[in-house]
């Protein structure tokens, strides 16, 4: 997992003329020990490790993630029809595969779905964003209990 010290956050919020509270830090922490990761289990993360960021609320997450967002610590993709899910800027040179069986979340590597962006350039002119790309079906350890689709 893609890993953002507390010292390069500070950094990219001094710039900025922003200030690296004990919450933003916090959120931070959670996203990279969590990898793939919801606000709303950023906010049970940070509740739960005692941090000293205190008592954080979610309102106070997803305004920190925002924040991360815009000064490229951390990204977001949507892997569920839920809130977006989170994971440091660094680690993001993979698709997520989402079982929709169990849930479980795997990567696979980017350049697999680089002859379907191109096609979908040639023929429609879209240039497709695939560091925000989720694919949906069934895992391998599903597939092998052949479990029945839904």
């Known amino acids: 997992m893609g890993q953002v010290s507390a010292e390069a956050l500070d950094a990219a919020l001094r710039e900025r003329g922003?200030?690296?509270?004990?919450?933003?830090?916090?959120?931070?922490?959670?996203?990279?020990?969590?990898?793939?990761?919801?606000?709303?289990?950023?906010c049970d993360f940070v509740q739960q490790?005692?941090?000293?960021a205190g008592a954080v609320?979610?309102?106070t997450v997803y305004r920190a993630l925002e924040l991360?967002?815009?000064?490229?610590?951390?990204?977001?993709?949507?892997l569920t029809h839920g809130s977006p899910t989170y994971q440091v800027a660094?680690?993001?040179?993979?698709?997520?595969?989402?079982?929709?069986?169990?849930?479980a979340i795997t990567e696979a590597d980017l350049e697999?779905?680089?002859p379907l962006a191109e096609a979908v350039?040639?023929?429609?002119?879209?240039?497709?964003?695939?560091?925000?790309?989720?694919?949906?079906?069934?895992c391998a350890d599903c597939l092998a209990r052949g479990e029945q689709q839904p």
């Open 18 to 42: 922003l200030r690296a509270t004990p919450q933003r830090r916090s959120v931070l922490r959670a996203v990279t020990e969590l990898g793939h990761a919801t606000p709303e289990q950023v």
């Open 68 to 78: 991360m967002e815009k000064i490229g610590v951390v990204s977001h993709t949507h």
């Open 90 to 103: 660094d680690h993001v040179n993979h698709l997520h595969l989402v079982c929709r069986d169990c849930g």
């Open 121 to 138: 350039r040639a023929r429609s002119g879209f240039d497709t964003d695939l560091a925000h790309l989720s694919l949906h079906g069934r």
């Open 57 to 59: 609320n979610l309102s």
């Open 112 to 114: 697999l779905a680089r």
């Open 49 to 52: 490790s005692g941090s000293e």
